[in-house]
């Protein structure tokens, strides 16, 4: 089944195309490392998934609501005013699933050992901030996962931890992450996409 | 490479320094004599005024922080009122913004003959004059407040399938708060000066702006100086709240 598509997109810029012809197919229960130098594009195409960014040409099929996302700034897409429970529940209530806080709950105690659900989002360190980012996107109810460098902050002690989680929360969603991190591509992803200058190459994790 | 020394904190001893110096700056300003009158009274004199009219300052000052009070929060929901219209408006008829800041331009105190004769001369006419010194800040605060760009945030819902309303009341509230303080600052210290001015100008049964002229008429400058510190008080204490209002909105929006 797919879950999202993107055939031949172009993303005009404003002095260069961002996108040129750029295609991807995530199939349910993929794993795909989105690769590429900064610049190239790669948080453009992510954009357009989403339906953040338009096409300027080519065919965009997005995954349907309730996508799990981390994105670049993971800071300041938390509430800050809200607690952690509420921010990880975020999807799920949006949703109007029952079991918003069961789920949420589950996921702090396993991604946020030791941090109060009931705290202030506005109080984490980055560190936690990104953690708790990452737990809201496992929280969603939608059958893919964007992670766009889900890692960045977290220390390097916690890094397999939360690799394994994400793993295994995954369940039969399919996960487009975008990283530089060799060993994030080794753990999680079984093909990758290289964006080199707007235009995406397939190729084997 | 020289190193950096840490700033020292603050020293009660400076502050204390830092007082008796505007005490002597005032004493000495109090020994100027204009047509034979000084400008102000000593601190000394101010003090014994005080005595004397502590039984009805303290009511005095209350009445004029209730007209404050009760005008800046008609001002405040009137704005919040016609500020949330404008800015559904806004994007169709550019021209509500100008038409707004017109609006604040006027000095409230001009509306007071308007108030007047609508009102009669009443607390109703005093209270809409304060009230219209706030209104039009606050109006613009919420137009800001709306149409500030979309955030992260705003986006995080649209990918969760958020409704139009569910993601305004996720955000809105809180994203508007830091700015919406602002102009509530900007109105409560309007609200003190245009009730106290009012006062002066329309009279008022009790009242800081009441005192000051009924001081002026008998030339009682002892009283006069003690009227203007009690109003800079009010000010003082009405802003020192404020300030902490909006420091724990900073807290919360990060």
Redesign the interface.
Known sequence: MIVAQLDRVSVLGRDQPMLREASLTLHAGDRVALLGPNGAGKSTLVRVL???TPASEGTVQRAA???G?V?Q?YA??????FSVLRNVA??RL??RREDAYDIARTLTDRILPGIDPRR?A?RLSGGEKQATALARALA?PGDLVIADEPFSAIAASSRERLRRTLREKLGARALLLVTHDASDVADLCERTVRIIDGRTVEGAA | MSERRPRSGPSVGASLLALVGTIGAWWAVAQIHVAGRPLVATPAATMGALSGAAPTLGGDLAATAARSGVGLAAGIVAGLVIGALAAILVHRAPVIEGLLDLARSVPPVLILPVCLLAFGYNEMARVATVASGCVWTMSLAVITAASSPRSVRREMLDVAGAATLPALAWTQPWESLGILVVGLRTCASTAVVVAVVTEMIAGAERGLGSRVIAAQIVGDTAGLTLDVLAAGVLGYVVNLGLRWLERWVRRLET
């Open positions: 989403l339906a953040l609501a309730g996508v996302y994105p700034g300041e897409s938390l509430f800050p005013w975020m999807p949006i949703a202030r506005g969603s």
